[in-house]
């Protein structure tokens, strides 16, 4: 593809010679002759600057010897030329001979069905979806246009998925939620969970992560969310849009986070716990309580980020500060001893 024309498809300005012919896509390091790059910020001018690439997607023109395409965000632009010159691979359209399908099951136009897919009854498929090998829909799902589940993703009865939605392999959505009670014996007596999961447009699910189903509603997982690997959420919980839950993430039952909320990396939150619109949670954070709009906390129990950055700084010390405690306690006695001698 040529410079003038990845430059109208990013809708960028290009500074230098458009008929440069771009094949190939590759971070500021590794970059090669015919490769473009992206330079978001300017400790890498120097690497750019050795850099063999052909092009670079800049916010603002920088001194260099190769043409550039200023956009607002170059990132996002690297991210579009991406998708143009490697397409995710589509399976073609048709029904595998060993496709299980159950009764008054719809299913819409240009459909992949893999080898060893299973579809209960009532089910609901839309046009361009893509269920691989071995995906298990259980009875009243329904999933919408455009599609993707990847190998061995189950579907628990009544599961709800929009347009757009990605699953990958391994996902379990709409499993029991995990809730018991004691009987007269002290056992754990099973509490059925009847109630369904939602998933609404443009999700994405990474693998081995898993989804329950409430009780008695809806457990939401809103537009535009992403969720990564291995992370876990709970029955009843709601996600709000566009939020990101990163790998190891755990949430326990009937939690709410509101819009553009970041849980990186095996934060967890304790049941009911209510987050407001674009809270962050550090790293290995975990909260039993309600946050705010807009806070951003790290620690166990999570704290206000500043504050816990002050703990840790302290941590070490301690031992120190202890010493000198103990230290100050002698001394004090021995004063209070003199005072009583006289």
Not at 94 to 109: A, D, F, L, Q, R
Not at 152 to 160: A, I, K, S
Not at 261 to 285: P, R
């Amino acid at each position: 593809m040529k410079l003038e024309q990845i430059a109208s498809l990013v809708s960028g300005t290009l500074e230098g010679e458009g008929s440069i012919e771009i094949n190939g896509v590759r971070g500021v390091h590794d970059a090669k002759e015919g490769d473009i790059t992206f330079l978001m910020e300017n400790k890498h001018l120097d690497v750019l600057k050795k850099s063999k690439a052909s092009a670079v997607f800049v916010v603002k023109s920088v001194e260099v010897s190769i043409p550039q395409i200023v956009v607002a965000k170059p990132d996002l632009a690297f991210a579009r030329l991406i998708k143009e010159l490697h397409p995710e691979p589509r399976p073609e359209p048709g029904t595998h001979s060993s496709v299980v399908i159950g009764k008054k099951v719809v299913i819409g136009e240009n459909v992949t069905l893999s080898a060893g897919v299973c579809i209960g009854e009532n089910v609901s498929i839309g046009n361009d979806v893509v269920l691989y090998p071995n995906v298990v829909i259980g009875n009243d799902c329904k999933i919408d246009d455009y599609c993707t589940l990847h190998p061995n993703v189950t579907l628990y009865r009544n599961t709800e998925i929009g347009k757009h939605v990605i699953v990958h392999a391994g996902t379990v959505i709409g499993a029991d939620g995990f809730g018991y009670t004691l009987d007269e014996k002290g056992y754990h007596y099973k509490i059925n969970q009847f109630g369904r999961v939602v998933i609404e447009d443009f999700v994405e699910i990474g693998a081995n992560s898993c989804i329950d189903r409430a009780a008695m509603d809806t457990t939401l997982i809103k537009a535009g969310t992403k969720i990564d690997n291995l992370v876990q959420v709970g029955h009843n919980c709601t996600v709000g849009s566009h939020s990101i839950l990163v790998a190891q993430v755990g949430l326990a039952g009937s939690c709410t986070l509101g819009h553009h909320v970041v849980l990186a990396g095996q934060a967890g939150l304790a049941d009911h716990v209510t987050l407001g619109d674009q809270v962050t949670m550090a790293a290995k954070s975990g909260s039993f309580r309600d946050l705010e709009n807009n806070a951003v906390v790290s620690g166990w129990p999570a704290v206000p980020k500043n504050k816990w950055k002050r703990y840790v700084t302290t941590l070490p010390k301690l031992p120190d500060l202890a010493k000198k405690v103990k230290e100050l306690e002698s001394r004090l006695r021995e004063i209070e001893n003199g005072l009583n001698d006289m």
